[in-house]
T-cell receptor, first 112, second 112 residues
């Protein structure tokens, strides 16, 4: 596989469930990102990891918990979410030199 | 902080030219980007321009940069229905960050 792969593509969960989103990149990049894309809102940067170290956390609620076990994999653990957390969650990767961001297809999350 | 502004919608007729505009506030921007997001997909880099250039052409795409006015535009010649998508403007600050700042995106609708 090449590029940035996200699973699952669609997820429906209740407010008391625990689930995880997974992202994998096969591009040899050292930076990985989670973005949230909601209807009628700007693209929101949630977390950035560089060489497995978290370098950005933009005031994201603790019900979202990122994990970056190595520079190729990024997870977003979800716990006791709210309906307003329903959105498209996009993963991206890049080199940490200001180059192009490569995005995955996104995971469409619906919280009931 | 940096700010990137775009109009939210643009509707054009097939075969006409489309011009999508973007303004930004960061005077130290080094790179400016245009990303395209097709329905149900992630963002994909369409083209970019260095801040020391004022124009870049790539087939049907023309990027114009007015650094004095901090204005970026993307012109798509002979717009086709397949060009219908959301177009995001993004800028990279010269302050050492490798994380671009995105605009809200412009939805381009191409009708027959």
């Amino acid at each position: 596989e090449t590029g940035v792969t996200q699973t699952p593509r669609h997820l429906v969960m209740g407010m008391t469930n625990k689930k995880s989103l997974k992202c994998e990149q096969h591009l040899g990049h050292n930076a990985m990102y989670w973005y949230k894309q909601s209807a009628k809102k700007p693209l929101e940067l949630m977390f950035v990891y560089n060489f497995k170290e978290q370098t950005e956390n933009n005031s994201v609620p603790s019900r979202f918990s990122p994990e970056c076990p190595n520079s190729s994999h990024l997870f977003l653990h979800l716990h006791t979410l709210q309906p307003e957390d329903s959105a498209l969650y996009l993963c991206a990767s890049s080199q940490d030199d200001g180059g192009e961001l490569f995005f995955g297809e996104g995971s469409r999350l619906t919280v009931l | 902080g940096e700010d990137v502004e775009q109009s939210l919608f643009l509707s054009v007729r097939e075969g006409d030219s489309s011009v999508i505009n973007c303004t930004y506030t960061d005077s130290s921007s080094t790179y400016l980007y245009w990303y395209k997001q097709e329905p149900g997909a992630g963002l994909q880099l369409l083209t970019y321009i260095f801040s020391n250039m004022d124009m870049k052409q790539d087939q049907r795409l023309t990027v114009l940069l007015n650094k004095k006015d901090k204005h970026l535009s993307l012109r798509i010649a002979d717009t086709q229905t397949g060009d219908s998508a959301i177009y995001f403007c993004a800028e990279l600050s010269g302050g050492g960050s490798y994380i671009p700042t995105f605009g809200r995106g412009t939805s381009l609708i191409v009708h027959p």
